[in-house]
């Protein structure tokens, strides 16, 4: 059974900070997922990546299949980026279902 | 393009009672998945379906959990009879076969007084 552990927990910025969260995971994985999650709303996906490096407007993730850990980084926060962001993982190939994170709950200040 | 439906979104009930809760995934998505959310954890898989055939139930609580996929395409979700712990937000997800981004419907939140 695949672990997935997110860091920080909790984070309040303030507008215009590069935030990165991280996550990490304890078996080989055929992809990882960040998904945004809004109060009340349902979830998003963000990005879906299985090596490297991918970007979407201000975010950005990267993962080190070697080391088992991703980051997602958001460059120029904006009040709007705040939601929780949560790291997911699937284990095998083709469609499988996906073991999630606790997620990151990021504020971000006027 | 529709998303993923899913109702109601918001159902009280009290212990002992039964529930169920629908989802319409995106058209052509093979895969369907009912994930349960309780309040400050990410979400955890209880059933995934290709077309109509179960792949993992592993973690569905079958005394008073079941789920069918008629024809494929629509999915229900029942609970019978419903726990205190069983209050938490169902979501369904559904992806095309062999393709892993997931969709996600805005979810039911279910709360057992």
């Known amino acids: 059974k695949n672990e997935v552990e997110q860091s920080p927990q909790n984070l309040t910025a303030q507008e215009g900070e590069f935030i990165t969260i991280n996550c990490s995971y304890s078996v080989g994985i055929s992809a990882l997922h960040w998904l945004q999650q809004h109060p009340g709303g349902g979830i998003v996906s963000l990005f879906m990546?299985?090596?490297g490096k991918k970007k979407h407007g201000r975010l950005i993730a990267t993962i080190n299949i070697q080391e088992k850990h991703s980051s997602l980084h958001i460059t120029a926060s904006h009040p709007r980026d705040s939601a929780v962001y949560i790291c997911a993982v699937s284990t095998g190939g083709g469609a499988d279902g996906l073991t999630f994170g606790k997620g990151t709950h990021l504020i971000i200040q006027p | 393009e529709a998303g993923v439906a899913q109702s109601p979104r918001y159902k009280i009930i009290e212990k002992r009672q039964s529930v169920a809760f629908w989802c319409n995934p995106i058209s052509g998505h093979a895969t369907l998945y009912w994930y349960q959310q309780i309040l400050g954890q990410g979400p955890k898989l209880l059933i995934q379906?290709?077309?109509?055939?179960?792949?993992?139930d592993s973690q569905l609580p079958k005394d008073r959990f079941s789920a069918e996929r008629l024809k494929g395409v629509d999915s229900t979700l029942k609970i019978q009879p419903a726990k205190l712990e069983d209050s938490a937000v169902y979501l369904c997800?559904?992806?095309?076969?062999?393709?892993?981004?997931?969709?996600f419907g805005p979810g039911t939140r279910l709360t057992v007084l």
């Open positions: 379906f290709q077309n109509n055939g179960v792949v993992d």
């Open positions: 997800a559904s992806t095309r076969r062999n393709y892993n981004e997931q969709f």
């Open positions: 990546l299985s090596s």
